[in-house]
Structure formats: structure tokens, C-alpha cells
């Protein structure tokens, strides 16, 4: 079965300094990676996808296939920043695989 | 463009109690998908429908049925509702099973007594 890790369950960072929310995904080949975005009480919206190779509210996330990561990154945090993020693997006919989450806090 | 639509918002059942959650969309996608949310175990794929008239278990089925009623609707049903189902619940979908972006509805909070 397909796995995506969040090593991160909450992450708490400063307001200005850089966030990295890491996901590593399971897959050896080349699957459809997705970032998803869910503020307090609100439905998981998508913050991009790594075919985009678009930035979303200055979010951007690096493919990189050596070490199956998907890292999220954005050089400097807001405090509209404050949210749960989920990473996503999609494999060929197999159903979209999430991860588990990783719950950001932006200290102002 | 209402997107991905659920109802009702929030439910107190108690236990032994059914009822059924309902989820539309109007953006003529094929595919719908019913998860469970829950601290620390992100989000669990209950029950999907890749197309309409097929569904399908997900990780964790037991305990529920669902329904695709038509290309619109997919709803979600509790027979004997349980304290561990209490949840939040949330209806995606997607264009087609292979084309992977879901868009999600609002969710359900469910509290079972």
C-alpha cells in the first residue's frame, strides 16, 4: 500500500521566519503530489500540486526523487499561515493516498 | 457554483441511533469520496465511488453504508451509530478516479453519545 509520512505533527514557527513542512511519499516512480490546506474549522482546500509548479500564497514544494520528498516551504511566515497541511500521493489507478498532518502554528 | 455541498452541518445522535449524511456536487464529477477526520490519524478513507452506480470500501468501512444515488449525490449511512464514529466527516470528489484533485466539502461534526 501506498504511504505518505508527515514526520511532524505540530510545528510551531515565528512570524517572518522560514517554515519547511516535510513529506515524504512511498512511491519509487512518479506519482501526482498535492499539498492541502485546512484552516480552523474549514474544508481541506488545495494549496497546490507539484505538476502546477505554481506558488500559493507564497508556499512552494520541491520534488525531489532521490528522496521521495515533497517538502513544503515558505520563506516567511504569516500569521494567516496558522493551519493543518496535507500532503498527498496519487498512484496511477489507486486512490488518492494522505498523510496524516502536520498542525502549523505561526507565534506572532 | 456551490462546489461540494454537506448536510447537516452538525449532528448529536445516540448510540444505537442511524441516520445519513448527504453530500452533492454540481461540477459533473465522476468520482466522490466519504473520510473520516480524526486527531493524530489525519484523514481515513471510509467508503468511494470511482463512477456512477459502483462504490467501494475504503481503510475503514465498517460500521457504514453509502449510497450513489446519482452522478450528484453520495450519501453516507450510520445503522447503528457507535461513540468511536464520532468525527468529522467530509464528501470530496474528484473528475475521475485518475484525475486525482478532490475538492472537499465543509464536513460534518457527528457527536455519538
Known amino acids: 500500500a501506498q504511504r505518505v509520512t508527515q514526520p511532524e505533527k505540530l510545528l510551531s514557527v515565528f512570524k517572518g521566519a522560514p517554515v519547511e513542512l516535510k513529506c515524504n511519499y512511498s512511491?519509487?516512480?512518479?506519482?501526482?503530489l498535492f499539498w492541502y490546506v485546512q484552516y480552523s474549522r474549514q474544508r481541506l482546500q488545495l494549496l497546490l500540486r507539484?505538476?502546477s509548479r505554481e506558488s500559493i500564497k507564497g508556499f512552494t514544494a520541491d520534488l525531489n526523487k532521490g528522496e521521495t520528498s515533497f517538502h513544503l516551504k515558505k520563506p516567511f511566515a504569516q500569521e494567516e499561515d496558522s493551519a493543518m497541511y496535507y500532503c498527498a500521493q496519487g498512484v496511477g489507478n489507486e486512490k488518492l493516498t494522505f498523510g496524516t498532518g502536520t498542525r502549523l502554528t505561526i507565534i506572532p | 457554483n456551490a462546489g461540494v455541498t454537506q448536510t447537516p452541518k452538525f449532528q448529536v445522535l445516540k448510540t444505537g441511533q442511524s441516520m445519513t449524511l448527504q453530500c452533492a456536487q454540481d461540477?459533473?464529477?465522476?468520482?466522490m469520496y466519504w473520510y473520516r477526520q480524526d486527531p493524530g490519524m489525519g484523514l481515513r478513507l471510509i467508503y468511494y465511488?470511482?463512477?456512477?452506480?459502483?462504490?467501494d470500501k475504503g481503510e475503514v468501512p465498517n460500521g457504514y453504508n453509502v449510497s450513489r444515488l446519482n452522478k450528484r449525490e453520495f450519501s453516507l449511512r450510520l445503522e447503528s451509530a457507535a461513540p468511536s464514529q464520532t468525527s468529522v466527516y467530509f464528501c470530496?470528489?474528484?473528475?475521475?478516479?485518475?484525475?486525482?484533485?478532490?475538492?472537499f466539502g465543509p464536513g460534518t461534526r457527528l457527536l455519538v453519545l
Open positions: 461540477m459533473n464529477h465522476n468520482s
Open positions: 465511488s470511482a463512477s456512477e452506480g459502483t462504490t
Open positions: 507539484h505538476i
Open positions: 470530496a470528489s474528484s473528475e475521475s478516479y485518475t484525475r486525482k484533485t478532490q475538492y
Open positions: 512511491y519509487s516512480g512518479s506519482p501526482e
